[in-house]
């Protein structure tokens, strides 16, 4: 075989490796990527299948949060839009979980359209110290 004839067959197979690396890529990142849904972005493209895991955020509607028997929380979440989602969650709520504070979700819809909450992050802004820390002056930068 000429050197010319074995320089195109390597970068065709070259080639060829590098695409199927990036298809598989993209597979696997589509697969498993946990998308984080805004009650605005529900409305506008519907609700994933009932049972499907994912994500939904907002922030906890002032005046909706309720506990129920046991450990259950229910409330609702919004955004800047008109829409919203009521989310149940049963287990112990974070720290910095309470009304009007940022939240994201981790659980499934059901068939009557509010959320079943398996897991709560509760977020905070770039304000937020630790109680502990509170009374603690910051070392100098």
């Known amino acids: 075989m000429r050197a010319r004839t074995r320089r195109l067959w390597t970068v065709t197979v070259s080639a060829a490796l590098v695409l199927a ?34 994500k939904v955020g907002g922030f906890v509607e002032p005046g909706s949060l309720s506990y129920a028997q046991g450990a259950q929380i229910v ?5 800047d839009t008109p829409h919203s989602i009521r989310v149940r969650y049963v287990g112990i709520a974070p720290d910095l979980f309470r009304e009007g504070s ?21 977020k905070h802004d770039e304000t937020y110290v630790p109680r502990e820390l509170k009374d603690i002056e910051a070392p100098d930068a």
């Open 75 to 79: 409330f609702t979440v919004v955004d």
């Open 21 to 54: 690396a990036a298809g598989l890529t993209v597979f696997a990142l589509r697969q498993t990527a946990d998308l984080f849904y805004t009650p605005g972005k529900l409305a506008e493209i519907g609700l994933p299948d009932v049972g499907r895991r994912v």
């Open 102 to 122: 940022g939240v994201v979700a981790t659980g499934a819809f059901e068939t009557s359209g509010d959320f079943a909450a398996t897991q709560l992050l509760a």
